[in-house]
């Protein structure tokens, strides 16, 4: 029977504080992150209080799945970070709770947070993303005086498509601008150039005023009395500043949402699925059309070789040349087939392009869609993972607060979001499968997620720094100095004539070494890699000099702290071979590039451990010195 224990309320209300507070900071930062990327397409439009209302609540809307899996992960990281800290979950292991018991009530909350996700992606989100685009593509289109760009033709004016060279930000004036506005047809367009111009909206925003300065205005004046005569009158004038009133509706109304009828984003499962097949039959249809013209075309090219002539021509093995014929062509009419040819193959070349086109639309109207149905699934799930992400780091770290907590969750959803964000664009670009590309973020993490449970269980060191410092300091051969300082408190003092004596065996020890192994000559590949030799003297030469060192820092004599200070750490097995086993020494020493960087490396060794020794007899002397003179 399922009880629900203190504990798990405990924990539950401990990360159910902090989730919300995570939640609301996670969420201000992604519509923050939002609000950024369109922040042109709000400031000095004039947009009403409850039009901005809005936008902020339909992007909150929009965010809170994303928020969910950044607030869990950070949540759940400070929850067994604090408890961590204050050494309540040393407490609650040592009365034999495991790590995974204590998860278990925020299992639960996360597993109710997850459903919770995608019933709100599927359900409200899409009516919020519909309602957002409607009000970005309303925005966009007004005051349209401040979204005129330079260098492309901006057809957001009716009637009219405007081309600005330059535009001066600060003070709004135009220039190098170029007109045309259409009528009826393309017949009577007027074509306008001007050197500079000013376009405002009128008091009312139902109109725009178009000031323009040193320009000329060029006009068919076709009719349709005229009908198709070829002689057509046109009007040029010349001006050094006109105004042209153009109708346009300034103010704030909402497009029609039937203009996004294919954003993907706006949907539910059902419809993304009801939407895809119809799309689907849509363009089978327009293929089945593409191929039945193609078979028709090459039904009547099939045909026309079918004549008696070429049947016969072929049957008798005749080959036809057609540079002979085109060669017996006259002047004339060479020139007409070129052109025959080159405008068929012009216009194959069109009509192949189009239709590329509108297949590869179909193509990415349909991954759009399946990449918003993989995400509903992949973003809820994204809740779970962050959680066994979260929790057993927070129990490993140990550290509450906003500090490391809130650096490592940057770091983890930063990760997500490249991931995330380079499998949603090759996917909707077709270069990798739909599938791959949006599962590859949870495939990367949740390894990770795994992995950091399974440490956090068994109570692993993942994040001691020590042991990774000591790692790579031992990889490329460094090493610490001593720091002893004298000690304020002296229980015992030290035994100066026997440490002297052992420091005195310890010298004659070395002498001893340096001349049987010859430190400073290359060392013998052979019996490095294959025939080795267990050498331990310096290992324990390194002992008996650390037992001494430690007695000699109870001393209060300043000289011999300094002297003690200056032994360096031997490295006691870096210049015998590189690895312990046999084998893998045999291995490195196949592998030649292998082989000989680590041989190499233990010539360094050598030639440092020859210095190392070197110092502790000079060391050795004076610290004797000294003690006879106390």
């Not at 405007?162 to 017949?187: A, H």
Request: aromatic share 12%; net charge positive.
């Amino acid at each position: 029977m399922l009880r629900i224990k203190k504990l798990d309320i405990f924990i539950a209300k401990q990360f159910g504080l902090l989730f919300l507070g995570t939640f609301f900071i996670c969420q201000f930062v992604l519509m923050m992150q939002f609000l950024w990327r369109y922040i042109d397409d709000l400031i000095g439009k004039g947009l009403t209080i409850d039009v901005m209302a809005q936008f902020f609540w339909y992007m909150g809307l929009m965010l809170v799945p994303q928020a969910l899996p950044l607030a869990i992960l950070l949540a759940s990281l400070m929850t067994f970070g604090n408890l961590g800290e204050s050494s309540e979950l040393t407490a609650i292991k040592a009365a034999g709770i495991s790590l995974m018991q204590a998860f278990r009530s925020l299992i639960v909350i996360t597993f109710i947070i997850m459903f919770g996700s995608f019933y709100f992606q599927n359900n409200v989100g899409p009516d919020s993303n519909q309602k957002l685009a409607q009000l970005l593509i309303s925005m966009k289109q007004k005051s349209p005086e401040l979204e005129i760009p330079e260098g492309i033709f901006y057809d957001g004016i009716p009637n009219c498509n405007l081309y600005v060279q330059k535009k001066d930000l600060k003070t709004g004036k135009l220039y190098g601008i170029m007109i045309y506005r259409m009528t009826d047809s393309y017949e009577d367009a007027a074509i306008i150039l001007a050197d500079s111009g000013m376009l405002q909206s009128t008091a009312e925003k139902k109109h725009l005023v178009l000031s323009l300065y040193s320009g000329e205005w060029f006009e068919n004046m076709q009719s349709s009395e005229l009908g198709n005569s070829a002689a057509v009158p046109y009007r040029r004038e010349t001006f050094v500043s006109k105004k042209i009133i153009l109708d346009f509706d300034g103010g704030f109304n909402l497009t029609d949402a039937s203009s996004l009828s294919n954003n993907a984003k706006a949907k539910s499962l059902s419809k993304i699925k009801h939407d895809v097949d119809s799309i689907n039959h849509t363009y089978d249809s327009i293929s089945r059309s593409y191929l039945k013209e193609y078979n028709v075309r090459y039904y009547n090219l099939a045909r026309l070789n079918n004549k008696a002539d070429s049947l016969k021509a072929i049957k008798e093995g005749d080959k036809v040349n057609f540079d002979t014929i085109y060669n017996k062509l006259p002047s004339d009419r060479k020139l007409i087939v070129t052109n025959d040819a080159l405008s068929t193959v012009q216009q194959e070349l069109s009509d192949l392009d189009f239709k590329s086109m509108m297949t590869n639309d179909a193509d990415y109207i349909i991954r759009q869609h399946d990449i918003e149905a993989i995400r509903k699934f992949t973003l809820a799930l994204s809740c779970l993972i962050f959680f066994f992400i979260g929790a057993p780091l927070g129990a490993i770290i140990r550290k509450g607060g906003l500090g490391i907590p809130v650096i490592i969750s940057v770091l983890v959803f930063i990760a997500f979001f490249i991931l995330d964000n380079t499998g949603f664009r090759m996917a909707r670009g077709g270069m990798w499968a739909v599938w791959f590309g949006m599962g590859l973020a949870p495939a990367v993490l949740s390894p990770l997620a795994i992995f950091v449970t399974y440490k956090a269980t068994n109570d692993s060191a993942v994040f001691k720094i020590e042991a990774y410092r000591d790692f790579f300091m031992h990889l490329f051969g460094l090493r610490m100095k001593r720091h002893i300082f004298g000690k304020e408190v002296i229980i015992e003092d030290p035994d100066y004539r026997k440490d002297a004596e052992a420091l005195a065996q310890i010298s004659n020890d070395i002498t001893i070494y340096n001349k049987v192994h010859r430190l400073r000559r290359l060392p013998n590949f052979i019996n490095v890699f294959f025939k080795y030799q267990p050498d331990h003297e310096i290992e324990r030469i390194s002992n008996e000099l650390e037992k001494i060192i430690e007695d000699l820092s109870n001393t209060k004599d300043k000289y011999l702290l300094h002297s003690i200070n200056q032994y360096p750490i031997l490295s006691t097995k870096a210049h015998t071979r590189p690895f312990e086993k046999k084998w893998l020494n045999i291995t490195a020493a196949i592998l030649f590039p292998i082989g000989t960087g680590l041989y190499l490396r233990m010539w360094r060794c050598r030639m440092r451990l020859y210095r190392d020794l070197k110092l502790i007899l000079q060391t050795n002397d004076n610290i004797i010195r000294r003690i006879k003179e106390m």
